[in-house]
């Protein structure tokens, strides 16, 4: 195909160690941050799913410390399926049900709480 560009990356686990943890096909975006350097997810919020035709759960996760220059560059984050997130970082399992329009951040003691400042940006 030509104009794409095949990025190789090393994730922080490999395929082969992923297991099922939730039961769900959906798609998420994820940061390198998680995937490549294994941070933990330090801040997830939830948009309306894209209704493409292709099964996204609307979930987006950062680690919570990239720059907007970072963020700018898509080689820096990915589509996976949303269980292989949850193999990055169990913690978001219990927040996976949370409508669109919230977010989490993780706090002083290392939890993920609910971020009342954030607010969906409108396109």
């Not at 686990?13 to 943890?21: A, E, F, H, T, V």
């Not at 941070?39 to 759960?57: A, H, I, L, T, W």
């Not at 820096?76 to 269980?83: D, I, K």
């Amino acid at each position: 195909m030509a104009g794409f560009k095949k990025i190789e990356k090393n994730f922080y686990i490999s395929k082969d160690k992923i297991k099922r943890l939730i039961n769900s096909n959906e798609g998420c975006i994820a940061s390198d941050r998680i995937t490549v350097d294994g941070c933990k997810v330090g801040f997830m919020y939830r948009e309306e799913p894209y209704q493409n035709g292709n099964p996204d759960s609307g979930w987006r996760f950062l680690a919570g410390d990239e720059s907007d220059e970072y963020m700018i560059n898509s080689d820096n984050h990915s589509v996976y399926q949303l269980n292989t997130i949850c193999n990055f970082d169990h913690d978001i399992i219990p927040l996976l049900n949370s409508a669109p329009g919230t977010a989490y951040i993780r706090d002083e003691n290392d939890e993920l709480v609910l971020d009342d400042e954030w607010e969906v940006v409108e396109e």
